[in-house]
C-alpha cells in the first residue's frame, strides 16, 4: 500500500532518447509535483500540478513535459535526453496546494544518460 | 542563488547525545520551515515545520528553533539515536508559492552507538 510509487526506479538509456517516468499517488491528494536531485544533492522543484492543471512551471527545458490524465498520476516525459539530465526524479503529492500543506515522497527514480 | 542553506555537509554524534542540525535562509518571504529526513534510496520524509509565527515546535525527540530575525533554524534530537541516522534536508516555502518548497544541501548525521 504505498501512498507514493514511481516507476522505473533505475533508468539507463542513451543520449537522444525519449524516455517517461510514471508516479501515482493513493492518497487521494489534488498536488502532484517533480522533483530533480543533481550531482550537488539539491533538491530543485520542477513542476506542480493541482487537479490535473499545471501551477508551477520553473524553467525547466521544453524537453521535460509533465502530464497528469487524472488526479492521482503525474507522468514526466523527457524528450532527446542529454547528459546534464542525469539525476534522480522525485515525485511528491499534498493534499492541496496551499502552502503548509506536507508533501510526500516517492521513492525516486535514478535517471543515467550514456 | 541558494536562498536556503545548511552549511554542515556532515555531524556525526555519540547514541543518546544531542544532535544540532542547522540551516539558514535568505529570503524573507519565506513563513513555512520544514525538516524532511532521507534514507538511502528512498525518498525524503517528512519530520517536523515550524510556521513563521512560532520560534519553536516539539515532537517527541525532534525539536525545531526559528530564530527570524537571524533567518536562521535549527533540528534538536534528543536523544540520538542510530536510526536517527540519515540525510537532513531544511526546507522552506512562501505562503503564496503554491507550496514550492525550496531545499538545501541536506546535512549527513551519523549517530555512533
Known amino acids: 500500500d504505498t501512498a507514493v510509487s514511481q516507476t522505473p526506479k533505475y533508468l539507463v538509456t542513451q543520449m537522444g532518447n525519449d524516455k517517461s517516468i510514471k508516479c501515482e499517488q493513493n492518497l487521494g491528494h489534488d498536488t502532484m509535483y517533480w522533483y530533480k536531485q543533481d550531482s550537488k544533492k539539491f533538491l530543485k522543484i520542477m513542476f506542480s500540478y493541482n487537479n490535473k492543471e499545471l501551477i508551477i512551471n520553473e524553467t525547466v527545458p521544453n524537453r521535460f513535459s509533465p502530464k497528469s490524465p487524472d488526479k492521482a498520476h503525474l507522468n514526466l516525459h523527457i524528450n532527446s535526453l542529454e547528459l546534464g539530465d542525469s539525476a534522480v526524479y522525485f515525485c511528491?503529492?499534498?493534499?492541496?496546494?496551499?502552502?503548509?500543506?506536507?508533501?510526500?515522497f516517492g521513492p525516486g527514480t535514478r535517471l543515467t544518460v550514456l | 542563488d541558494q536562498q536556503v542553506k545548511q552549511n554542515s555537509p556532515s555531524l556525526s554524534v555519540q547514541e543518546g547525545r544531542i544532535s544540532i542540525l542547522n540551516c539558514d535562509y535568505t529570503n524573507s518571504m519565506f513563513d513555512y520551515f520544514l525538516w524532511y529526513k532521507k534514507y538511502p534510496a528512498e525518498g525524503p520524509t517528512f519530520l517536523i515545520s515550524i510556521s513563521s509565527i512560532k520560534d519553536k515546535n516539539e515532537d517527541g525527540r525532534f525539536t525545531v528553533f526559528l530564530n527570524k530575525s537571524a533567518k536562521h533554524l535549527s533540528l534538536h534530537i534528543v536523544p540520538s539515536q542510530p536510526g536517527d541516522s540519515a540525510v537532513y534536508f531544511c526546507a522552506a516555502s512562501e505562503y503564496r508559492g503554491g507550496n514550492k518548497l525550496v531545499f538545501g544541501a541536506g546535512t549527513i548525521l551519523r549517530v555512533k552507538s
Open positions: 511528491a503529492s499534498s493534499q492541496k496546494i496551499e502552502s503548509y500543506n506536507e508533501q510526500f
